[in-house]
């Protein structure tokens, strides 16, 4: 009977692929790692008979342990071992005396490879890491920003960002910049009646109303307990027909936790044209004198503040 003989380097290789896989954590078969360790450890074998001797080669098939199909292998203890041990030829011979040195220099470069690829990899964990605390302080400064410029009950802006919109409107020279003062009508009844707590609910309710009928490039400020200032940037006084919308969306009933709350509101404006030194705080003075000439005149209206002399409001039914 014939017994077939595995040759010296396909049985290394083998054994070599079974202890590799067996370590815990590894995904990769020995039918991958086999034919690339037989391939290596046989180009190896060929430059130990090459002359002059070829370092850089072999430090070039030492680094491939690195790359695919071993790139998820732990085996630089196991290259060590079955490298320097393996019998590459008769004891004395040429091949034999060179092998310690060609083995040496490939595990060498595997373990450069491998230094290399941890280094690259913790680079690149550090890369990530910077890069989301990056967008984290981002996020915060931004949150920040946001809590710092807007109510917190209402998410609407607040007086500081609703001056500086009004700064940057009166820089266009080509438009005007007005201003509608909202103030609920008997609010303090509806906190005293149903709770401070429904005053909220109507409060962020009618935040939402004015959010849907007033035009995306204007601003919408809670700017007291009950009062809102709404500033826009037209290029001529159409706010006569904004302050009939905004009491028109008021004047509906709050379905509150407690029920429907009547609600309304009284409503001043004033402009100031196209080309002309804007006054916020004038302007806003006027706009409220106006809010009180309707709240006068029963409420549930709106007044137009009169360009030509800012003491005089006149009333407008809404």
């Not at 203890?77 to 034999?96: E, N, Q």
């Not at 009618?206 to 709404?230: H, K, M, Q, S, W």
Request: hydrophobic share 45%; charged share 20%; with cysteine.
């Amino acid at each position: 009977m014939t017994v077939h003989i595995e040759p010296p380097v396909a049985a290394m290789a083998r054994a070599w692929a079974r202890a590799v896989c067996a370590e815990p954590g590894s995904s990769t078969a020995p039918y991958q790692l086999e034919p690339v360790l037989v391939d290596i450890v046989e180009r190896l074998l060929h430059l130990a008979r090459t002359e002059p001797f070829p370092v850089p080669q072999a430090r070039m098939l030492g680094a491939r342990l690195a790359e695919a199909p071993f790139e998820r292998t732990r085996m630089l203890a196991h290259a060590t071992r079955w490298l320097l041990g393996f019998p590459s030829g008769v004891p004395g011979s040429l091949v034999a005396t060179r092998w310690p040195l060609v083995a040496s220099q490939a595990i060498d470069s595997y373990a450069q490879a491998l230094q290399e690829r941890a280094l690259a990899q913790q680079e690149q964990n550090i890369s990530a890491k910077v890069s989301l605390r990056v967008q984290e302080i981002a996020a915060l400064q931004h949150r920040l920003r946001h809590e710092a410029t807007h109510d917190a009950l209402t998410d609407l802006a607040n007086r500081t960002l609703l001056q500086e919109r009004v700064r940057a409107m009166a820089a266009d020279p080509s438009r005007g910049v007005g201003v509608l003062v909202v103030d609920l009508d008997r609010f303090k009844q509806i906190n005293d009646g149903y709770g401070h707590a429904i005053g909220d609910e109507v409060l962020v309710e009618l935040a939402n109303r004015l959010r849907e009928v007033c035009p995306p490039d204007t601003v919408i400020c809670r700017y007291g307990g009950d009062e809102f200032v709404v500033a826009a940037n037209p290029r001529r006084d159409t706010l006569g027909d904004l302050a009939h919308r905004v009491v028109a969306a008021l004047r509906d009933p709050v379905w509150s936790s407690a029920g429907p709350v009547p609600v309304s509101a009284s409503v001043g404006t004033a402009f100031c044209p196209p080309g002309k030194t804007c006054d916020f705080t004038d302007l806003l003075r006027r706009a409220d004198r106006a809010m009180y000439s309707a709240k006068s005149a029963g409420g549930r209206r709106f007044a137009l503040a009169e360009s030509g002399d800012p003491e005089l409001g006149t009333a407008v039914a809404g």
